[in-house]
């Protein structure tokens, strides 16, 4: 039996992005109003707060306003805001810009910003708060007394790749808390388990994911205008895969440019990093970068699905938040506020809750009461067929975003709420035209995977037990190859998963060290045999301002 | 003319490869030079260090630190520069050097400027920001700490001479060393020391199976070489993880580097493009190696090593 050390807290966060850190910050506040005095604590598995967040990002800044009431815009962490907007559609060599852009697609009022910087920006105003933020650990486990949930027990570090106990072996401590806020961002790890183990999907639509992939470019001074917004459709992704590519203009002549790949595409050769390398051959982006040098990368998931996407959010002990619990528009293709927004909701239920002395499900269930009532669900509740259109490719999408814009979000058909089912299940077996037979990484423009991995500066301690479990590896060499020929190689954006020859056999390498936390190997594996689990806290990318 | 203080580290009864260059550095910066010996082995060592174009060797031995604690290495290092009040102090920045000589600064109120890639006069620079940035730092003191990272100086360039040595007598109260060390570490590592190995025979993805490997090792026991590996090996377990070389192994910059087979990816190239001359063999004539490469074999290692195994021997033989 492992002695753990345990540290009791109040309230434990479990991941440091925009909701648990706006969150705490609001439940501290609260708290000191209200003459209690309680203790807060954030989990966060990189080294330290941002290096694993990314994002477009395009803000709104309505709930930073709700949370920071006494500053103005200028003090939020901002590259600039939107100061010109463009909506086009992509040919091979052309762009068409859209006739007509609707309002509720508009950034009128947002920011052009870096996820990575706001987060540091409001992991340092949790601090002064006196929320204490925990870097480098990693929840592995939630702890449960019966139904309730207690507690998160952290990493074990030092074991080595066989599974055996190194020298500088230390246990994983126990965090008691009386309420876990699992705030884990896209695909969490612990909430994979929890959704499942708590049922809390049931009644609603499988969530759906995109995976987001994007490069940052130094460019030439003086030639990119900050808060420049360009959004794209068509090429490289054509109609039959969900997604478009974004490029924002940031602080100091750097271009933020990336692209979303809806992760419910059907043919399994489709690669989100070589489409993005596909999108550098358009003669108009080309153009942009003419000059410049790719200086960063990074990939991440993001649920697609929408509101009726979203699980039952509380059980005795236990909430979930942001990414976690899908708040995205979609439509807008914003989060960042939403994700705010629901840990500051969460926080008020959680003053209650603390001032009551009562966390198990009945009272922690006014946090979702909380939600329906706010702006998160008039925003969602406007768009929430809009991901299920796009089912029937992108005219089909478009029109169904019309007559929910028309109707107030009415679906197909004027219905009130269409159905999805869960991405990985579209995929087509059977190999299908290679999308990348002409692509060729000329080094400048054009990357390969490995090179792009490097500029994510992700790194992992190479002695560990590979942090991506593969529950059957034999369906990978007997069925999954004949199948849909091992599209691990192709949706993983960090090259990772590779077939090596073994004998006459292949086998599967995992290149676990390149991982860039995106998850989406976890969400696309057609047989759902990988599970991605945190590695030793503290490794992965190392992201400074994506 | 200035007084300089070499601290010398003793590895396992011999001069550490870091203090010979420190050494190097020592005599380039031009100056009186006193090297120090502390432990068990200081004879043996201060015996080498006879050879060496110094001034002069302090020995140390005491019970307290027959082998390396930082309590007491701190005290003596004090005692000896405030009696002999050195204007420089040179290191070369190992582990112990990170370990104790911080406390060294500290205590005296001396600035360390640790870690130095370069001098420059009276500048020094050093890498920050995981070695992103180089940043030019000098020093306002009249006296100051400097180590120096690997490869900043070649021990080659140490001058020979004649130097001699005598005791230092210092005064260790028993109650200040509050840690006992263990035996020396066995780095895994210590079988090949690729860091400081002028040839190197490195192996990729192209040689194919593990029963390949020896081809490695034969050209490499022909030239005199060390044998490395890019991560596709190490990872398929056909050789020691201490022979990686690239951003998650070791850097190396010897005056050969043979690459056999490795596609070259940045992750790889960063390990080894302070390499003086590159060979690469691969299939690929687009392998990203043949970029940094200065001779460039378009081929297959199977059949071009073999050959070149044999017309290196041939050449031996004459």
Redesign the interface.
């Known amino acids: 039996m492992i002695e753990r050390e345990i540290l009791e807290l109040d309230v434990l966060f479990v991941g440091a992005g925009p909701a648990s850190l706006a969150g705490a910050i609001h439940l501290q506040r609260l708290l000191r109003k209200s003459g209690q005095d309680a203790s807060v604590g954030v989990l966060e598995k990189a080294g330290e707060v941002g290096a694993h967040s990314l994002s477009g990002a395009i803000v709104d800044p309505r709930a930073l306003k709700e949370l920071f009431p006494d500053k103005s815009v200028q003090d939020f962490p901002f590259e600039a805001e939107v100061s010109e907007e463009h909506l086009y559609y992509l040919t091979e060599s052309r762009k068409i810009p859209f006739p007509f852009v609707p309002p509720s697609m508009s950034h009128h009022g947002c920011y052009v910003a870096s996820l990575g910087k706001l987060t540091r920006w409001l992991g340092e105003a949790c601090e002064k708060d006196g929320v204490d933020i925990f870097c480098g650990f990693a929840g592995t486990e939630l702890i449960y007394d019966g139904d309730q949930i207690i507690g998160v027990r952290t990493g074990d570090r030092g074991i080595d790749k066989k599974g055996t106990k190194k020298q500088h072996f230390e246990p994983g401590a126990d965090i008691h808390a009386k309420v876990v806020v699992l705030g884990e961002g896209t695909r969490g790890s612990l909430t994979k388990n929890f959704l499942h183990k708590h049922s809390l999907m049931k009644e609603r639509n499988p969530q759906v994911w995109a995976v987001g992939v994007k490069e940052l470019w130094q460019m030439p001074a003086g030639t990119v205008q900050p808060g420049f917004v360009a959004h794209t459709m068509g090429f490289p992704l054509g109609h039959d895969v969900f997604g478009g590519a974004f490029l924002y203009g940031m602080k100091n002549d750097i271009w933020d440019l990336g692209l979303v790949v809806g992760l419910d595409y059907k043919n399994p050769g489709v690669d989100s990093h070589h489409e993005l390398q596909r999108l550098k051959t358009h003669p108009w982006i080309r153009s942009l970068l003419e000059g410049g040098k790719m200086v960063a990368y990074g990939a991440k998931s993001l649920p697609e699905g929408g509101w009726y996407s979203i699980p039952k959010l509380s059980v005795s002990g236990a909430m979930l938040i942001g990414d976690s619990a899908g708040f995205m528009n979609g439509q807008r293709l914003k989060g960042i506020h939403l994700a705010m927004k629901s840990g500051m909701l969460a926080a008020e239920t959680i003053t209650e809750a603390i001032t009551e002395n009562n966390f198990i499900e009945t009272k922690l269930r006014d946090y979702e009461d909380r939600v329906k009532s706010s702006w998160i669900r008039d925003e969602l509740w406007k768009v929430r067929n809009f991901h299920q259109g796009f089912d029937h490719g992108l005219i089909g999408g478009l029109t169904n975003a019309g007559i929910g814009l028309l109707t107030g979000g009415l679906g197909w058909g004027f219905k009130e709420r269409l159905t999805s089912i869960a991405g990985h299940i579209r995929m087509e077996k059977g190999m299908k035209k290679d999308r990348y037979k002409d692509l060729q990484f000329d080094g400048k423009y054009l990357f390969d995977k490995v090179t792009d991995v490097y500029h994510s500066a992700t790194a992992h301690e190479e002695d560990q037990v590979p942090h991506l479990h593969v529950n059957e590896p034999d369906i990978c060499i007997t069925k999954c190859v004949e199948e849909y020929g091992n599209p691990c190689k192709n949706f993983c954006p960090a090259d990772v998963y590779e077939m090596v020859p073994d004998g006459d056999n292949q086998r599967l390498q995992i290149n676990f060290s390149n991982c860039v936390h995106c998850k989406t190997c976890d969400i696309m594996d057609p047989y759902q045999i990988i599970d991605w689990v945190p590695p030793e806290g503290g490794d992965g990318p190392v992201w400074i301002n994506l | 003319m200035i007084n300089i203080l070499v601290v010398v580290e003793d590895n396992r009864g011999s001069m550490h490869r870091m203090s010979k260059e420190a050494i190097a550095g020592a005599q380039k910066i031009g100056g009186s030079i006193t090297a120090l010996v502390i432990g068990d082995n200081a004879d043996t060592i201060s015996n080498e260090l006879s050879s060496i174009a110094i001034e002069k060797t302090l020995v140390v031995k005491h019970e307290l630190v027959s082998s390396y604690n930082p309590d007491g290495y701190t005290e003596i290092v004090t005692q000896v520069i405030e009696s002999t009040s050195p204007d420089m102090l040179v290191i070369g920045h190992t582990y112990q050097t990170r370990d104790f000589m911080p406390r060294v600064s500290a205590r005296i109120d001396i600035p360390f400027i640790p870690d130095i890639i370069e001098v420059e006069q009276d500048i020094y620079t050093k890498q920050v920001l995981n070695s992103k940035l180089n940043s030019s730092v000098s020093s306002l003191s009249d006296m100051k700490i400097l180590s120096f990272q690997s490869a900043c100086f070649s021990a080659e360039d140490i001058l020979t001479g004649r130097s001699s040595s005598q005791n230092f007598d210092v005064d260790l109260d028993p109650s200040i060393v509050r840690s006992i060390s263990e035996e020396p570490f066995q780095e895994s590592a210590a079988e090949v020391d690729l860091e400081s190995a002028e040839l190197i025979v490195s192996v990729g993805r192209g040689i194919?199976k593990e029963d390949n490997i020896p081809i490695a090792f034969t050209l490499a026991e022909v030239l005199g070489a060390e044998v490395s590996a890019s991560?596709?090996v190490i990872?398929?377990g056909w050789l020691p993880?201490f022979r990686q070389i690239g951003?998650?192994g070791s850097a190396v910059s010897p005056k050969l580097y043979f690459s056999l087979g490795i596609s070259g990816?940045?992750?790889h190239v960063?390990g080894m493009k302070g390499s003086k001359n590159i060979i690469a063999v691969n299939k690929d004539p687009d392998a990203?190696i043949f970029?940094i490469a200065d001779y460039a074999v378009v081929g297959d290692l199977l059949e071009i090593v073999p050959k070149l195994i044999e017309a290196l021997k041939t050449e031996k033989d004459l």
């Open positions: 194919e991560r596709p990872d398929s993880s951003s998650s990816a940045i992750q960063v990203p970029e």
